[in-house]
């Protein structure tokens, strides 16, 4: 079963109303946003690190960025960097700039920025450059979860 579908099943099961639109192939959260008709900062990236233990998911507002300092004292690791390209599909399985705000459906650990939940609304490419998902913030905030920190900066 292909990630958007299993993306899918997890909002259903838990009984959540989501809209799924298909749009031509996008790769950065500003190309993402006007695809999708909305502001930048309902966008959610899913931003795959190394650190010292292994990768981890950091989801954050697509108009934020990750302050790699608060990250290493999170992850209590001297050393944190992006993922390669590479490395970023062998683990997520996922081409850059389609992997979805779900670390449990790709095995890897996750954190989700408090900023996060500062809208209503979250939209994410869903496993896919060509298909994105909006939903309300809070669903996702009670369908998985998450370990929330702050982590994120202006950008």
Known sequence: MDLLQQIKNLLEQHNITFQLKQHLPTITSEDSARERGEPINIGAKALLIKTDDGFHLCVLPADRRMDMEKLKVIFNSKKVRMATGEELTQVTGCTKGAVPPFGNLIGVDM???????????MAFNAGSLMHSIKMKTKDYLNCINPKIEEFSIKN
């Open 111 to 121: 954190i989700v920025d408090k900023a996060q939940f500062d809208e209503e609304y």
